[in-house]
C-alpha cells in the first residue's frame, strides 16, 4: 500500500468501524467463548513479554514483521554479552521496582517512577544504552485525504481488513480489562463508535488508524486506571509530550520501556483463572491452549476465527451426544399385545448432526407392530431431522409398522410439514396430542391384528 494512501483507507476503516457501531454489531464479541478470551489473553501476554526482549538485551529488532518468537531468539542468538548486561540490568531493576513499589505506596504509579528514575540515572552515569530518540515536536496540520472513486474500489478491501481486525482487537482489549478487579463494564458498541471516530479524524491528521491495544490497557487497568476519565488523561499526557517534552522523552531507555511491558505481560497471566480453564472440561482446555498457540505463532485474527469454529464444533458435538431415543414403558397396567408396540421418546436435539444416528435407531425397532414416537421432549427440531424423520416413518409403514406420532410441538409443526414428515403417515389421525390416547389407538391396532 502506497503511503498516500494510508489516510484514505484510515478514514474508510475508521467509517467502517463506526458503522458496526452505530449498527450494534459490538454486541457479537459476546458470542466468543470464555476459553478463547483466556487463551487470547495468555497470547498476547506472551507476545508483549517476547517483543520486548531485543530491548531488555540493546539488541536492534530484527527484520520487520517476524513473528514475537522469532524476534525474541534472534535478539538472544545476536545478544552481546559484553555490553548487554546493561540494559538487561536496566529492565531487571524496573521489574524489581515496579513489584516492590506497590507495598510502599500505590498513590504513584511505579512504573513512571521507575522509567524517570532509570531514565535519570542512565542519563547521569551515560551508560550508552539505546534510547526513545528523537520524537516530532507537534502535530501536523489536518489536511483531508485524496479522494476519488477509483481509490475507494481499489482500498475496499484493506480498508475492510483493518477494520475488522481494529474491532476485534478493541472490542477483546475492553472485554479483557472489564475482568480485572475493580474495573466496570464496558459498552461494545459505543467502542466501536468511539474507535471510529479516532481513525477517521487519525487519518486527517496523516496517523494510522486507531485501536485498543491490550498492552497499553493493562499497564493502564495496572497503574490504578479505572473510569473513562484514564483514557483523557493518557491523551493529554502524550499531547503534552508531543508539544512540550518530546526531548526528554526522547532520553527514555527502551530497555527500562522492556521493564514496564515485561511485569505487565506477566501480571496479565491470572494462575487461578488458567487453572480454572484447564479444569473446566478437556475441550475448553483444548480451546484455550489452541487459541494461546495461534495468536503466538500465527495472528490474532486466526486465533479468534480457529477458536470459534473449534468451540461451535464441540457444541455441536455435544448438544448431538446429548440426543438420543429411549424406548419405555407403557403407561398403566399391562395389557396382551403390548409387546408389539414400542413407546420412544426423542429426547434433545435433532439436528443435522444427530439426526441419522439417533433415526437409525428408531429404524431398527423390530418384532412390533406399532411405533408410538414421543416428541414432546424434543427441544430442537431441524430441516434435515424433519427430512430424516420422514423418511424413518415411511420406511417403517413400508415394513408394515404403523407409526403415531406424540405430542409434536407447535414450534415444530410447520417444519414437520414442509419436510413430508407428517404426509408420511398412513393417516392423519395418526399424528396426536395425547398419549394416553396414542397408546390406547396403538393396542386397538395391535388386536385389530
Given amino acids: 500500500m502506497a503511503v498516500k494512501a494510508l489516510a484514505l483507507v484510515t478514514v474508510m476503516a475508521g467509517v467502517l468501524v463506526l458503522a458496526a457501531g452505530a449498527a450494534r454489531l459490538g454486541r457479537l464479541v459476546g458470542l466468543i467463548p470464555w476459553p478463547v ?5 495468555v497470547g498476547i501476554a506472551i507476545i508483549i513479554f517476547l517483543q520486548q526482549v531485543p530491548a531488555a538485551l540493546g539488541v536492534e529488532e530484527s527484520a520487520h514483521g517476524a513473528k514475537a518468537w522469532r524476534a525474541a531468539v534472534d535478539a538472544v542468538a545476536g545478544a552481546d554479552l ?4 546493561r540494559p ?6 524496573v521489574a524489581v521496582f515496579m513489584l516492590v513499589w506497590p507495598r510502599v505506596t500505590r498513590a504513584v504509579p511505579g512504573a513512571i517512577l521507575a522509567i524517570v528514575l532509570a531514565t535519570v540515572i542512565t542519563a547521569a552515569l551515560g551508560a550508552g544504552v539505546p534510547v526513545i ?4 515536536a507537534g502535530l501536523p496540520m489536518p489536511q483531508a485525504p485524496a479522494l476519488s472513486l477509483g481509490a475507494v474500489i481499489a482500498l475496499a478491501g484493506p480498508a475492510f481488513a483493518i477494520a475488522a481486525l481494529a474491532a476485534i482487537e478493541s472490542l477483546l482489549s475492553a472485554r479483557v480489562a472489564s475482568t480485572y478487579p475493580g474495573t466496570d463494564g464496558y459498552d461494545a458498541d459505543r467502542e466501536l463508535v468511539g474507535q471510529g471516530l479516532a481513525s477517521v479524524a487519525s487519518g486527517f491528521f496523516g496517523g494510522m488508524p486507531a485501536t485498543g491495544a491490550i498492552a497499553r490497557t493493562a499497564v493502564n487497568v495496572k497503574a490504578g486506571a479505572r473510569t473513562r476519565l484514564a483514557a483523557i488523561v493518557h491523551a493529554l499526557v502524550l499531547l503534552v509530550i508531543v508539544l512540550i517534552a518530546a526531548r526528554a522523552v526522547g532520553m527514555v531507555p527502551l530497555s527500562a520501556l522492556a521493564g514496564v511491558l515485561m511485569v505487565t505481560a506477566v501480571t496479565m497471566v491470572r494462575p487461578a483463572m488458567v487453572r480454572s480453564v484447564m ?3 478437556r475441550g475448553d482446555a483444548v480451546l484455550f491452549i489452541l487459541t494461546a498457540v495461534v495468536t503466538v505463532s500465527v495472528d490474532l485474527i486466526y486465533a479468534i476465527v480457529i477458536g470459534v469454529a473449534v468451540a461451535a464444533a464441540l457444541a455441536l458435538r455435544s448438544v448431538a451426544a446429548a440426543a438420543g431415543v429411549h424406548r419405555e414403558e407403557l403407561p398403566g397396567g399391562a395389557v396382551a399385545g403390548d409387546e408389539r408396540i414400542a413407546l420412544l421418546r426423542l429426547d434433545g436435539a435433532l439436528f ?7 433415526l437409525e435407531r428408531v429404524a431398527r425397532i423390530d418384532h412390533v407392530d406399532v411405533v408410538i414416537l414421543r416428541m414432546s421432549q424434543l427441544d430442537l427440531l431441524d ?7 420422514g423418511e424413518v416413518v415411511s420406511s417403517l409403514e413400508q415394513r408394515g409398522v404403523t407409526v403415531l406420532i406424540k405430542g409434536v410441538q407447535p414450534r415444530h409443526l ?6 413430508g414428515a407428517l404426509t408420511a403417515l398412513t393417516d392423519d389421525t395418526h399424528l396426536i396430542a395425547d398419549l394416553d390416547a396414542a397408546v390406547a389407538r396403538g393396542r386397538a391396532m395391535v388386536a385389530a391384528r
Wanted: hydrophobic share 50%; proline share 5%.
Fill in 352 to 358: 443435522f448432526g444427530a439426526a441419522d444416528r439417533v
Fill in 414 to 419: 410447520p417444519l414437520l410439514e414442509h419436510a
Fill in 383 to 389: 430441516a434435515t431431522g424433519a427430512q430424516v424423520l
Fill in 82 to 85: 559484553s555490553s548487554a548486561w
Fill in 37 to 41: 478470551i483466556e487463551g487470547f489473553t
Fill in 133 to 136: 530518540g528523537d520524537l516530532p
Fill in 279 to 281: 479444569r473446566a472440561s
Fill in 88 to 93: 538487561l540490568l536496566i529492565a531487571a531493576c
